[in-house]
């Protein structure tokens, strides 16, 4: 581990170029958002707030915010998966534990599990790091449909044009 910097050079920024192929970062300002319209709708009461939808290495970071309670989706994941409460709470039926404010929850790959908004939760948020693709599946396994960074791309497209900031705002959060 290299030893902090001190004196001089301390505060001086780094003086060379960065690669060119190096991409740029990525800075969303008020990530959970005042303006409705930065919301994709994924389901009846369910939106998700895209952060980075990252193509080349297929992962996708995004806010959810789900505002009534119940069943959102029975889903398994091939690769790891990260999320952390922001606001409310939520767990998976076939787990004891609640994820409450301010929990982290690290889903292993291979897991199909339920994710279940209480009732007494007006609006939850959590933000997810969801690494491949979401299997989703019915009470046996037998698949339903699926989610992966290029469907999270075309939904927020087809939004972002509806809601008259045009097909081109999701560029900002591709890498």
Request: proline share 7%; charged share 20%.
């Amino acid at each position: 581990m290299a030893a902090p910097t001190t004196g001089a050079d301390a505060l001086t920024p780094y003086q060379l170029p960065n690669p060119p192929e190096a991409l740029r970062e990525i800075v969303v300002e008020s990530a959970v958002p005042k303006d409705e319209r930065l919301w994709v709708p994924q389901a009846e009461n369910v939106w998700f707030r895209p952060l980075c939808l990252n193509v080349s290495s297929g992962y996708w970071m995004n806010l959810l915010r789900v505002r009534k309670s119940g069943v959102l989706s029975r889903h398994r994941h091939p690769q790891a998966v990260h999320g952390m409460v922001l606001k409310g709470k939520w767990r998976y039926l076939e787990h004891d534990w609640v994820a409450t404010e301010g929990s982290y929850v690290f889903e292993p790959p291979g897991e199909t599990h339920t994710l279940y908004v209480p009732e007494d939760v007006e609006e939850m948020i959590t933000y997810f790091q969801v690494n491949g693709v979401m299997y989703y599946c019915d009470p046996y396994g037998n698949f339903t449909g699926y989610e992966d960074v290029f469907t999270k791309l075309e939904m927020c497209r087809a939004h972002f044009e509806r809601v008259g900031l045009g097909g081109g705002f999701v560029d900002q959060f591709v890498r």
